[in-house]
């Protein structure tokens, strides 16, 4: 979305990763304006998609450059409402389906009775509106929620070697020899 609202041309925006740049306008724009279907509203399963609610912004913001009379790769006057929608429908619908997810695992008594932790990291637990929706799902769910620092959640190496860290202290799942572990590709 950030590359599509060409917000490496934003004055606010040029230094910025796209995430952080959507975060940024969001703050600042009316996610009233610009309200999006959410993905996969049909399935009742955990499943992520974002590649439905990716054609609707990419229409909307189609729909816009012609009502304003701008070219591809200009910056829209409501790049901040456009921001903002797009920021809280991929929150409502990761927080959805995480909100499934645990569920789930409770009825089926697959986490520890107390304690229970729901660990997000990688690049979507650096964006603080989204960190806050979830910290409100796991306190309703009576989760704890833990998200290593926004400087390491940039990197899926980073948080697939702090998952490693975490299992390791915890003394889960560390295998010394991979001798007839079966690898499939899904």
């Not at 003394?171 to 499939?184: A, F, N, P, Q, S």
Request: charged letters at 20%; one cysteine or more.
């Amino acid at each position: 979305v950030a590359r599509r609202l060409s917000l490496r041309k934003h004055p606010e925006c040029q230094r910025m990763a796209g995430g952080q740049a959507i975060e940024h306008l969001a703050r600042t724009g009316n996610q009233e304006q610009f309200v999006f279907r959410l993905p996969m509203k049909q399935y009742r399963n955990c499943n992520f998609s974002f590649s439905g609610l990716l054609g609707l912004v990419n229409n909307a913001i189609a729909q816009k450059e012609k009502e304003e009379g701008i070219q591809e790769g200009e910056i829209l006057s409501c790049v901040e409402d456009v921001a903002a929608g797009v920021q809280h429908a991929v929150a409502v619908h990761i927080m959805q389906r995480t909100c499934r997810a645990l569920l789930f695992c409770t009825k089926n008594s697959l986490l520890p009775p107390k304690n229970a932790t729901l660990v997000v990291s990688g690049g979507v637990a650096s964006n603080q509106y989204i960190r806050k929706g979830l910290q409100n799902l796991a306190d309703a769910n009576d989760f704890a929620l833990l998200c290593p620092p926004p400087r390491l959640c940039t990197d899926n190496g980073v948080m697939i070697a702090w998952n490693g860290i975490e299992r390791l202290r915890a003394g889960l799942g560390v295998l010394h020899r991979t001798d007839g572990i079966r690898y499939e590709p899904k």
